[in-house]
């Protein structure tokens, strides 16, 4: 297995990248879409989420409702980690049962990570961080995505710098230019990736910091 950690801040394009890499080829594990899978209606996850905050975080069909999560967390550090607390053990746990499943195959594996930088891992073969200014993504996550202009830079300043991000990188897609620009640099990393060395025995560990 080739194991390359993909990242990227919010609106950067990673979802984007992810699915040309995927349609090139790729096994994609998707920390993000995980989640998402996990919190599902009727998950053992989003029934830990309804007692510690509440019916009114799921909507008539039992589905949660993020934005009113969301706001029950915000500017909450204490609420904030007992969600945590609920959902990044189920989460890890799925990643690494993926990543199991992986390991003694020749597939490329891209690990989609928001947060590389902020929990880094071990034994990758390489890792693959798309870069735009930060103007750039909140114009897009605006435009394509309905959000509030203020909201996507508070988020933006939450994250790690574009600075820090950059500098794990080992090979840096520029997603300032059009959608095609993107598919050519996309085909550029996926012939770098594949000749990647193979990942180490016990790669995609979370790194004890
Ligand atoms: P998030 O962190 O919120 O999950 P992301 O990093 O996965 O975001 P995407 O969802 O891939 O980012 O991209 C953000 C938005 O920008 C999407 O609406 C996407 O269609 C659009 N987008 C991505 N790349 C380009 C591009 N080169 N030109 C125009 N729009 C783009």
Do not use: Y
């Amino acid at each position: 297995m080739i194991l390359v950690g993909l990242t990227g801040g919010i609106g950067s394009g990673k979802t984007t990248v992810s699915t040309m890499l995927a349609a090139r080829g790729a096994v994609i594990i998707d920390a993000d879409q995980i989640t998402r899978e996990l919190q599902a209606p009727g998950t053992p996850v989003l029934a830990q989420i309804v007692s510690a905050f509440g019916v009114d975080v799921v909507d008539e069909n039992g589905a949660l409702v993020r934005p009113a999560l969301a706001a029950k967390v915000f500017g909450d550090p204490e609420a904030l980690a007992k969600l945590n607390k609920i959902v990044h053990p189920a989460v890890g746990r799925e990643m690494a049962a993926r990543l199991e499943a992986q390991r003694e195959t020749d597939n490329v594996v891209v690990l989609d990570i928001p947060l590389l930088v902020e929990n880094p891992r071990e034994g990758l073969s390489g890792t693959l961080v798309v870069d735009l200014p930060v103007e750039l993504a909140v114009d897009r996550l605006v435009a394509h995505r309905g959000m509030d202009r203020g909201d996507a830079e508070a988020r933006i300043a939450r994250q790690a710098s574009r600075e820090a991000r950059v500098a794990i990188a080992d090979r840096v897609i520029d997603n300032s230019g059009d959608v095609k620009s993107l598919e050519r640099q996309v085909d550029e990393a996926w012939e770098w990736m594949r000749q990647l060395p193979p990942a180490a025995a016990d790669a995609g560990r979370v790194a004890r910091t």
